[in-house]
């Protein structure tokens, strides 16, 4: 095994330099510039911090001013529509009688109207002597037929009528059909009256097609 050996050759041009001093100074200058640095970074770790906390609490400031003017701004709207308490009252009974007459109207039939229609369609000389009317309401289901060639029907009209001749009854029933919600019209019996004339019965099925609809309108209108 061979010793290492020591290389003490001249330097030509190097700069004379020797350092007296213990190797525990060198290393209390490198401690001491090491707690400067870290110092320095605490010091800039606390004014970051410094900084955040100051946002933070201008941010929670500001949020806090907001909330106080929008809890002011709800109480100011409450005490307004506190004036109005009244008015969407009437509203909301206004809004419950359009119901309730929707719900009490949506089987009315203008009875009125419809027989003045059908006089209109009926020849001059045939006179309407009764009309038995028999419907439905809101509060009972009208009864329906059995029969599978049967139309629904809401209300149904026993109509005597009178003609001076001989009655020429599928005219009239044409005639019939062609008013609103007629699902079927069918002659009963036919009677001659003493002075000539014939009496003639005719009953009537009526559908939902009669309806007025004037309570359909939840607003109001006709």
Known sequence: MKAAVRDDGLILGGEPRINLLPPEVSAQAADRSL????????????VLVLIGVGGAFLHATSSALRLVATQADTTDLLSEQSKYVAVRQVEAQV??????????????????????????VLPADVGIDAVTVDSTSP????????????EPRVATLTVTMVSPGLPTVPQWLDALH?????????????????????????????????FSGRFTDATGGN
């Open 35 to 46: 707690r400067r640095k870290l110092i320095l970074v605490t010091a800039g770790v606390l």
């Open 95 to 120: 809004e419950t009688a359009l119901a309730a007459r929707a719900v009490g109207g949506w089987s009315e039939v203008d009875w009125k109207a419809y027989l003045q229609g059908m006089r209109a």
């Open 139 to 150: 509060l009972t289901v009208y009864p329906q037929p059995t029969g599978p060639l049967q």
């Open 178 to 210: 062609t008013l609103p919600g007629v699902a079927d019209a069918v002659p009963g019996s036919i009677t001659a009256g003493d002075t000539g004339g014939y009496t003639v019965v005719v009953t009537m099925h009526i559908d939902s097609d009669a």
